[in-house]
Nanobody
Framework: VQLQASGGGLVQPEGSLRLSCEAS????????MGWYRQAPGEQRELVAI???????NYADSVKVRFTVSRDGAKNTVYLEMNSLKPEDTAVYYC??????????WGKGTLVTVSS
């Protein structure tokens, strides 16, 4: 399984970005897919997760501002990020969790929120 994340970049505070994570195979085979982030000097943390059934869960710090979604036809999961804050600056990673407990990670994409 390969996961390719894209869409990061430099954005001003209160701006928006959309991250994409394209899987090499069908995302319907995964129990859940999620986005994590890691800021410099910090541990990796969960940002948002979406199950195969479409249920979602978010970190409190991004609720209302971020939206995770999936497109099975494109084997892609998205993270729509609005009202970005400097503290959202981090490397964002895509993750896929199988029903057997295996976890796959993509290479991260850097999001920098700065004026």
């Amino acid at each position: 399984v390969q996961l390719q994340a894209s869409g990061g970049g430099l954005v001003q505070p209160e701006g928006s970005l959309r991250l994409s994570c394209e899987a090499s195979g069908s995302i319907s085979s995964f129990r859940a897919m999620g986005w994590y982030r890691q800021a410099p000097g910090e541990q990796r943390e969960l940002v948002a997760i979406i199950t195969r059934g479409g249920n979602t869960n978010y970190a409190d710090s991004v609720k209302v501002r971020f939206t995770v979604s999936r497109d099975g036809a494109k084997n892609t999961v998205y993270l729509e990020m609005n009202s970005l804050k400097p503290e959202d600056t981090a490397v964002y990673y895509c993750n896929a969790l199988t029903y057997f407990g295996a976890s796959y990670w993509g290479k991260g994409t850097l999001v920098t929120v700065s004026s």
